[in-house]
C-alpha cells in the first residue's frame, strides 16, 4: 500500500492526486493544467493530458486514474511494481530484471528480450520499449497517468491493455527552487533525492534532480533488492508566448542482485513424493529459489520425474535421458545412477547473482502555437543496456561473453493540434526504429552447461494518427479517432550449445562435438499491419455530471521466437499480433458543492489473440520457451472511485473494482511428455505434442475482486503547523499468477495495512514516520512454472513489513 505526507497514504495517492495535490501538464501548458482548488475546501479539478491536451479529469472519458509526485514520492513509490498498490485492476510484477504490467488480465510475461509490453509506458510522451528501462524513472515526478483499457489511436502499438505515463517535473522560468528529501528504515534503506531550479536569464530556465536508493533484500542471499542512482537535466527555452523548446537527458544505473522467485508449491503427485522420501516442503514462504536449503527438494523433484541416469562415464546414447548425468550427485536416485541435477550451493548460486543495467536517454520536445493551432515535434533517443544474471535453477545470463544486451531505439512524433470552443482535434506521424542484439546464455537447469542464444532483432514502426472531439451542443460532443501502424520486423541469430563433449541430444547435431557447437539458425522477415480506432459520445448532465460511451480498439505487436520449429529449415517461429476491443460506458460526478466525488466506469472487453509463453521443442528437439497465440477471451467488470471531503480536515477515498474474466478458446500444443504434470488444463496426448486446453479459465494475474481504501485527519496546531495522520487499506481476492491453472499457480487473496504520521511546522520543512505492509501479508506479483522441473512453481512477491523515518524540505 502506500502512504504520503501531505494528505494521502497507499490507497490514497488517489486522494492526494484528488484532493489536495495541485497537478500540471507540460511547461507550455502549466498556466491551463494548475488543478482548480475550490475556496470550500472540495475536491479539486485535476488536469491532465492524457489525450494529447490539457483537460479536467472530471471531463474525460478516458478511464484514468492520476497520483502526484508528492504522493507517489511520500508513498515510497522508487520501482514500477510500486504503482500496483495505487489502484485496482493493476498487477504489476517482475520476470527477473524485466517488469512486468498487467491491466485487467491484459499483460506481458515480459522475461526476455523478444516480448513487447501490453502497457505502453512512456516518460514525457517518449515510448520506453524495454520493460527494463522503466527502472530508475520514478524520482522529480510531477504525476504519472494511469490509463486502463486499449490506447490504440493516440498510443499505437503496444497500448492493448493500456498506458503508463510518467510526466516529470519541468523547469520553471523566473524562478530559483529547490527541494531536498531523505529516507531511512528497515532492510537498511538509505534514501536521498533532490531537485533544483535555476533560471538563466527571463526566457531560459534549467533542472537538475537526482535520486539514490540503497536497499537490502527481502529474500534469501540478499535477492529482492534495490539499489540504483538517477540523475536528470532538462533545460527549458521560451523566448515568445507562442514557441518554447525542451531539452531532457537522464541516466540510471540499476544494481544491486535483483529480484527473487520464492518456492510456491508443487503438484500434489510430486508432494505426495517427497513425503515419502522424507523431504519436507520450505516453511519459510520467502525461501528463494536459489537457497542451497531447497536441494532436497529439487534432488527429490529428479527422482520422482525420472531424471536418473547411469553413473558411470557411458556414451550418451547409453543414458536414459540423453543428458551425461553429473557424476557424484546421486541425491534420491537408485543406487548406481546419479541424478542429472546439481543443488544450488556455492559462490554460483550467490555472489554471481546481480543487476548491473544502464539506461541513457535524450528527448527533446519543440511546440509552436498560432491562433487555435499548436504544432509538436517530439524527437528522442533511448539506450539500453542490461547486463544481469538470475539463477532459479535456471540460469538465465544476458551477458555470457562479457557484451551487455543492448538496445538502441530513436523516436519521432510530430502531430498539429487545434482547439476552439466547438472542435478539438489532434492528428500526427509517428516513426519509432528499435536495433536489438542479445547473447543469452539458459543454462540446462541444474545440468552441466548451457544453451547461448545470439541475435539480432530489428523494428521499424510508423502510423499515422488523429483524433477529434466535435462539440454538438454545449452538452453533446461526438469521439472519433483512428491510427493505422505498419511494424517492419527482422530476426536472425543461432543458438549454440555450451556442453562437455559427450554431452546432449544422442543423434543430434552437437552429440560428441568440442564445447562449443551451433545447433540452430534462424531468421525472419515480416510486416505486422492494423489498423485501431475509437468512437464516442459525452454528455454534460449538469455542470459537475458527465456520462460518456465509447468503443476503442488496441493492440500488441507481433514477433518472432529466437529459434526455429521443427520440420523448418532455419525459419524462425513468429506469433501475431494480440487484439483488445474495449465498451466502456461511465459517469463522471460531483455533489455537495465539491465535497462529493464519484467516478463510475463499466467495462467489456473482447481479448483476441493474446500473447501467452509455453514451453515447446525447437527444430533439433530441445525444450524451448516460446510466445504463442492464445485465442479469445471476455473481460468485464465495474469500477468505481468515491473521494469525500467533508471538512477541510478530512479526507476519505474508497476504490473498487470488480473484474471477471474467462478464456473463450484458449487450445495450444506443448512441447514435453511432461506437459500434463504442469497444467490443470485439459491435456489430449497427440503426435508430435501433447493438445493442452484451457477453454474456460480466467486470464492470469487478474482478481476478481481489487480495490484501495483510505483516510486521512489533519490536526491543526496552534504556532506548530500541523500533523497528517493517515491508514489506508489494499486488498485483493484470489487469482492464478501463471496459465497452468494449477493449485501452486494460485495466490491467495489479501488486505494490506499502512499508516503514515507527518509533522509540518511550516510550508517548506517535513517530518514523518510510516509502516507499509503492518500486517506482513504475502502479496504475489507474478510467477512461472520451471521448466525442467516441471510441477515446480516459483513465484515473485511484494514488499513485506517495512518502516521508516523521513524528512523533506524545499526552497
Known amino acids: 500500500m502506500t502512504r504520503f505526507h501531505h494528505g494521502g497514504a497507499s490507497a490514497l495517492c488517489i486522494a492526494a492526486a484528488l484532493m489536495s495535490l495541485p497537478l500540471s501538464a507540460s511547461a507550455a501548458e502549466a498556466g491551463a493544467a494548475e488543478a482548480d482548488q475550490p475556496a470550500n475546501g472540495g475536491v479539486p479539478d485535476i ?21 502526484s509526485g508528492e504522493a507517489l514520492r511520500s508513498a515510497g513509490v522508487n520501482q514500477a511494481r510500486d504503482i500496483s498498490k495505487l489502484t485496482p485492476g493493476v498487477v504489476i510484477g517482475q520476470g527477473g530484471a524485466a517488469t512486468q504490467i498487467y491491466i485487467r488480465g491484459v499483460g506481458d510475461f515480459t522475461s526476455t528480450p523478444i516480448t513487447n509490453p501490453a502497457v505502453a509506458t512512456n516518460v514525457d510522451g517518449v515510448y520506453v520499449a524495454r520493460s527494463q528501462a522503466i527502472e530508475g524513472n520514478f524520482f522529480d515526478l510531477e504525476r504519472i497517468e494511469v490509463l486502463k483499457g486499449p490506447q490504440g489511436t493516440l498510443y499505437g502499438r503496444n497500448a492493448s491493455g493500456g498506458a503508463v505515463n510518467l510526466i516529470t517535473a519541468k523547469p520553471k522560468l523566473g524562478e530559483t527552487s529547490g527541494n531536498v528529501a531523505f529516507e531511512g528504515g528497515n532492510y537498511d534503506l538509505v534514501k536521498a533525492e533532490g531537485a533544483v531550479n535555476l533560471p538563466l536569464g527571463s526566457t531560459v530556465a534549467v533542472r537538475g534532480a537526482f535520486q539514490i536508493v540503497h536497499r537490502n533484500g527481502y529474500s534469501y542471499g540478499g535477492t529482492d533488492d534495490d539499489k540504483h542512482e538517477s540523475v536528470r537535466l532538462q533545460l527549458y527555452w521560451e523566448p515568445s508566448a507562442n514557441f518554447n523548446l525542451r531539452l531532457s537527458g537522464d541516466y540510471s544505473h540499476i544494481g544491486g542482485m535483483g529480484s527473487a522467485a520464492v518456492f510456491k508449491g508443487v503438484a500434489p503427485s510430486i508432494a505426495a513424493t517427497l513425503a515419502k522420501l522424507g523431504v519436507a516442503l520450505p516453511s519459510d514462504p520467502r525461501a528463494n529459489g536459489t537457497d542451497p536449503s531447497l536441494s532436497a527438494i529439487y534432488y527429490g523433484m529428479a527422482a520422482a520425474l525420472n531424471r536418473c541416469a547411469p553413473n558411470a562415464n557411458l556414451a550418451l546414447a547409453a543414458t536414459s535421458a540423453g543428458v551425461s548425468p553429473i557424476v557424484g550427485q546421486q541425491g534420491f536416485c537408485p543406487a548406481g545412477t546419479s541424478s542429472l541435477y546439481s543443488p544450488p550451493s556455492g559462490s554460483y548460486f550467490g555472489t554471481n547473482l546481480h543487476v548491473n543495467n544502464r539506461f541513457l536517454n535524450f528527448s527533446g520536445e519543440a511546440n509552436w502555437k498560432t491562433g487555435s493551432v499548436t504544432v509538436t515535434v517530439l524527437p528522442a533517443y533511448r539506450r539500453t543496456r542490461n547486463d544481469y544474471r538470475n539463477n532459479i535453477i535456471f540460469t538465465f545470463d544476458s551477458a555470457p561473453f562479457g557484451k551487455p544486451e543492448a538496445s538502441d531505439a530513436a523516436s519521432l512524433e510530430a502531430r498539429v493540434a ?57 452538452e453533446l460532443r461526438l469521439i472519433a479517432g483512428l491510427r493505422y501502424s505498419v511494424d517492419h520486423k527482422t530476426i536472425e541469430g543461432q543458438g549454440l550449445v555450451q556442453y562437455p563433449a559427450t554431452v546432449f541430444f544422442p543423434g543430434g547435431p552437437c552429440f560428441g562435438a568440442a564445447a562449443i557447437c551451433p545447433r540452430d539458425s534462424f531468421s525472419n522477415v515480416r510486416n505486422f499491419r492494423r489498423a485501431s480506432y475509437k468512437v464516442g459520445i459525452e454528455y454534460d448532465l449538469g455542470p459537475q455530471n458527465m456520462v460518456y460511451v465509447t468503443y476503442a480498439t488496441g493492440h500488441k505487436s507481433g514477433g518472432f521466437n529466437p529459434f526455429s520449429l521443427p520440420g523448418t529449415v532455419n525459419t524462425a517461429s513468429f506469433y501475431n499480433p494480440e487484439q483488445v476491443g474495449a465498451l466502456e460506458v461511465g459517469s463522471r460526478n460531483r455533489f455537495a458543492g465539491g465535497r462529493i466525488q464519484l467516478n463510475l466506469e463499466g467495462f467489456y472487453w473482447k481479448y483476441k489473440d493474446a500473447q501467452e509463453f509455453i514451453t515447446t521443442l525447437n527444430r533439433v528437439g530441445g525444450a524451448a520457451n516460446a510466445l504463442t497465440n492464445a485465442g479469445r477471451a471476455t473481460v468485464y467488470g465495474l469500477d468505481a472511485q468515491l473521494a469525500l471531503r467533508p471538512t477541510s480536515n478530512d479526507s476519505l477515498q474508497i476504490g473498487g473494482e470488480y473484474l471477471h474474466t474467462k478464456f473463450d478458446s484458449f487450445v495450444y500444443p506443448a512441447g514435453g511428455a511432461v506437459a500434463g504434470l504442469t497444467t490443470a488444463c485439459g491435456v489430449t496426448p497427440a503426435t508430435p505434442f501433447p493438445i493442452i486446453d484451457c477453454s474456460g479459465r480466467p486470464l492470469p494475474r487478474a482478481p476478481k475482486f481489487s480495490g484501495t481504501a483510505s483516510y486521512t485527519h489533519t490536526f491543526q496546531l496552534a504556532g506548530a503547523g500541523r500533523i497528517d495522520a493517515t491508514v489506508a487499506t489494499q486488498f485483493s481476492s484470489s487469482r492464478y499468477l501463471t496459465i497452468d491453472f494449477t493449485d501452486a499457480s494460485r495466490a491467495r487473496g489479501f488486505a494490506t495495512l499502512d499508516a503514515n504520521l507527518t509533522w509540518a511546522p511550516n510550508d517548506t520543512f517535513k517530518v514523518y514516520a510510516f509502516g507499509r505492509n503492518i500486517t506482513n501479508r504475502l502479496v504475489y506479483t507474478g510467477a512461472f512454472t520451471q521448466p525442467l522441473l516441471p510441477s515446480l512453481t516459483l513465484a515473485t512477491l511484494g514488499a513485506p513489513r517495512t518502516y521508516g523515518l523521513g524528512l523533506s524540505a524545499k526552497f
Open 47 to 67: 488536469v491532465v493530458t492524457a489525450q494529447r491536451r490539457s483537460e479536467s479529469v472530471q471531463r474525460s472519458s478516458v478511464a484514468i486514474q492520476v497520483f
Open 418 to 474: 487545434y482547439d476552439d470552443s466547438r472542435l478539438k482535434a489532434v492528428a500526427g506521424f509517428y516513426l519509432f526504429d528499435e536495433r536489438q542484439t542479445i547473447a543469452t546464455r539458459a543454462d540446462a537447469g541444474l545440468v552441466a552447461g548451457g544453451n547461448v542464444t545470439l541475435y539480432h532483432l530489428g523494428t521499424t514502426a510508423y502510423a499515422g494518427f488523429g483524433q477529434a472531439t466535435f462539440s454538438v451542443t454545449p
